[in-house]
């Protein structure tokens, strides 16, 4: 009995060892986009992204909800106040005890503190305070800490990085660990990082999520995609924003 | 655009609008047929007169971007007005400081 559970014991950590875990050298989706989408990224007014910082720029200073309290009233400067915020998240919010990432962090704050209603989740209110926020922290590392709150979290989304899914029956790791640099049709495949979120992505002319993206991937893999605030997504997210420590968040990126 | 320029000076003028640019050949989830909504009409106004204006269709993508040039003549402001199908407006100003 004793030797084959240590059989088991083996095998297994013979089985995680074996996985990648962390592409290297770690490289931002930016570096696999063609020179002009690069270009229109690193310039603040071709980048239509930068509408939906606006945006959000807008609204951070717009009274909401029944508490008559803007973003700016309690969080002041959001240049200063959000400053390596979003490079933490997605975070377990200690107050409502899970997992959230930073659009749900938003409406939970829009829910206890201005008492409004939460935004919908992919409208272009919440994009663009997302987005904004998110490009306080520019340049600043991804830095997510997995504890004890989080850690069956990761361990999720982890399972869910390595689960073969749809009639297409591949894992997140077959393109984004194995075949990184290597050509899907007409696109380069990146390693699937989550540091340029909220993106504009030319295809959907649109700013989107990064559960957004996630979600195109499961439909690229004609798989069931997750609704939009599953749970699924955002264990995902939070795997994908361990594998990527230390990429510089780069928001509003650009993609094709 | 630059907040200052000299007098003559030839300056760039960028302008992003948000707008989903529908074409109206579009069907939503439920096959029915989105109606065409794009920005038709922009014009801009230097100091009260016409300088730039831009007719659009339905060939132009979405959060359109343009770009032109004028010469720094006075002072003032520059004045953005557009429209679109749904008879939506929006403005947009800026103002330039011209020395010398």
């Given at each position: 009995m004793k030797p084959a559970w240590l059989l088991a014991a083996f095998l297994v950590s013979v089985v995680h060892g074996a996985e990648p875990q962390k592409p290297a050298p770690l490289k931002s989706g930016e570096e696999f986009s063609s020179a002009d989408v690069r270009a229109?990224?690193?310039?603040?007014?071709?980048?239509?992204?930068?509408?939906?910082?606006?945006?959000?720029?807008?609204?951070?200073?717009?009274?909401?909800?029944?508490?008559?309290?803007?973003?700016?009233?309690?969080?002041?400067?959001?240049?200063?106040s959000m400053k390596g915020v979003a490079q933490r998240y997605p975070r377990v919010d200690p107050g409502a005890a899970r997992l959230v990432n930073l659009?749900?962090?938003?409406?939970?704050?829009?829910?206890?503190?201005?008492?409004?209603?939460?935004?919908?989740l992919e409208s272009d209110d919440l994009l663009g305070l997302a987005a904004y926020v998110a490009s306080q922290s520019r340049g600043m590392p991804v830095a997510v800490t997995l504890d004890m709150q989080n850690r069956r979290n990761f361990e999720r989304g982890r399972e869910l990085y390595f689960t073969r899914n749809g009639q297409m029956n591949l894992a997140c790791t077959h393109c984004h660990d194995r075949n990184w640099g290597r050509h899907l049709l007409g696109d380069t495949i990146s390693q699937g990082h989550g540091n340029d979120y909220p993106?504009?992505?030319?295809?959907?002319?649109?700013?989107?999520?990064?559960?957004?993206?996630?979600?195109?991937?499961?439909?690229?893999?004609?798989?069931?995609?997750?609704?939009?605030?599953?749970?699924?997504?955002?264990?995902?997210?939070?795997?994908?924003?361990?594998?990527?420590?230390?990429?510089?968040v780069e928001t509003p990126g650009v993609r094709r | 655009m630059p907040r200052e320029a000299?007098?003559?000076?030839?300056?760039?003028?960028?302008?992003?609008?948000?707008?989903?640019?529908?074409?109206?050949?579009?069907?939503?989830?439920?096959?029915?047929?989105?109606?065409?909504?794009?920005?038709?009409?922009?014009?801009?106004?230097?100091?009260?007169?016409?300088?730039?204006?831009?007719?659009?269709?339905?060939?132009?993508?979405?959060?359109?971007?343009?770009?032109?040039?004028?010469?720094?003549?006075?002072?003032?402001?520059?004045?953005?007005?557009?429209?679109?199908?749904?008879?939506?407006?929006?403005?947009?100003?800026?103002?330039?400081?011209?020395?010398?």
């Open positions: 229109m990224q690193a310039d603040d007014f071709a980048n239509p992204g930068m509408l939906w910082v606006a945006r959000g720029g807008k609204l951070w200073n717009e009274a909401a909800g029944r508490g008559d309290k803007s973003c700016a009233g309690c969080h002041g400067d959001a240049a200063k659009e749900g962090r938003i409406n939970l704050c829009r829910e206890r503190n201005q008492q409004a209603e939460p935004l919908k993106i504009y992505r030319l295809e959907w002319q649109s700013a989107g999520s990064l559960a957004r993206r996630i979600r195109s991937c499961f439909f690229g893999l004609r798989a069931e995609m997750p609704a939009y605030g599953a749970q699924d997504l955002l264990d995902l997210e939070l795997y994908l924003a361990w594998r990527g420590g230390g990429l510089p | 000299k007098r003559g000076e030839v300056i760039e003028i960028r302008i992003a609008i948000q707008h989903p640019m529908e074409t109206g050949f579009r069907f939503d989830l439920m096959g029915r047929s989105i109606p065409k909504n794009v920005v038709n009409s922009l014009v801009v106004r230097y100091n009260g007169a016409e300088i730039f204006s831009a007719e659009m269709g339905s060939g132009i993508a979405a959060n359109p971007y343009l770009q032109f040039y004028t010469v720094a003549e006075a002072s003032g402001a520059l004045v953005f007005e557009w429209v679109d199908d749904s008879g939506e407006r929006g403005s947009e100003r800026a103002t330039i400081a011209v020395n010398g």
